[in-house]
């Protein structure tokens, strides 16, 4: 069974520094997607950045990066120029490409930002 | 286009009852799947439907059940109401060719 852990509960960075959350996944699997959710206080979960399994290369989004280490299962994501926006709750999530559609997240990393 | 729409958005029911929490989708999008989201547990996949037919099923017992119209729309129901039942139900919508996209979630109480 797939499982996706996040060791980090809560997270703090500065206003206009960068942070990097941590995930990393179990899965035999050779292809799948990563993704990173962010749910702010309004509870709806918004898609940050996906990152496909056979891409080498990292995924961005604006001010959002991801490190990808598909060999050490570790899939990161680093948020540039932190912005009061940003405070949230980041899940890490996985699925896999077949057609079901099912996704497993991880536990959750609360971000504050310091004004 | 309107986003995936939850309702009712808060809900508190007695242990013993049902409830049936709606998801409209994103128009033209075929699947919906829901995931219960609680303290304790995190966010699990409950299921998944698409073109009316459940494609996947998550580790849930037999009193959560759901159900997809030709339009789309789903309903979930959960009979027999438990004190661990309570949750932040979401809803997510996609078509075959983008991610999914989650409404704002029903928060059910149970007391």
């Known amino acids: 069974a797939q499982t996706v852990t996040q060791s980090q509960p809560e997270m703090s960075v500065q206003e206009a520094e960068t942070v990097t959350l941590s995930c990393t996944y179990d899965?035999?699997?050779?292809?799948?997607?990563l993704f990173w959710y962010k749910q702010p206080p309004s509870r709806q979960m918004i898609l940050v950045i996906r990152?496909?399994?056979?891409?080498?290369q990292n995924a961005t989004e604006n001010r959002f990066s991801v490190n990808f280490q598909k060999a050490a299962k570790s899939f990161s994501l680093k948020i540039s120029d932190s912005q009061l926006g940003d405070a949230a709750m980041y899940f890490c999530?996985?699925?896999?490409?077949?057609?079901?559609?099912?996704?497993?997240f991880g536990s959750g990393t609360r971000l504050l930002v310091r004004p | 286009k309107a986003g995936v729409t939850q309702t009712p958005r808060y809900l508190i029911k007695t242990r013993g009852q049902q409830v049936t929490l709606s998801c409209s989708p994103i128009s033209g999008h075929r699947s919906v799947s829901w995931y219960q989201q609680t303290p304790g547990q995190g966010l699990q996949f409950l299921f998944e439907?698409?073109?009316?037919?459940?494609?996947n099923k998550g580790n849930f017992p037999g009193r959560f059940s759901g159900r997809q119209f030709s339009n789309s729309r789903s309903e979930m129901n959960v009979s027999t109401l438990e004190l661990g039942d309570s949750a932040l139900y979401l809803c997510a919508s996609r078509d075959l060719n983008t991610e999914a996209f989650f409404g704002q979630g029903t928060r059910l109480t149970v007391v």
């Open positions: 439907y698409f073109s009316e037919t459940q494609r």
């Open positions: 899965t035999s699997e050779s292809d799948y997607y």
């Open positions: 999530a996985y699925r896999r490409t077949d057609s079901s559609y099912k996704l497993i």
């Open positions: 990152q496909e399994a056979y891409k080498q």
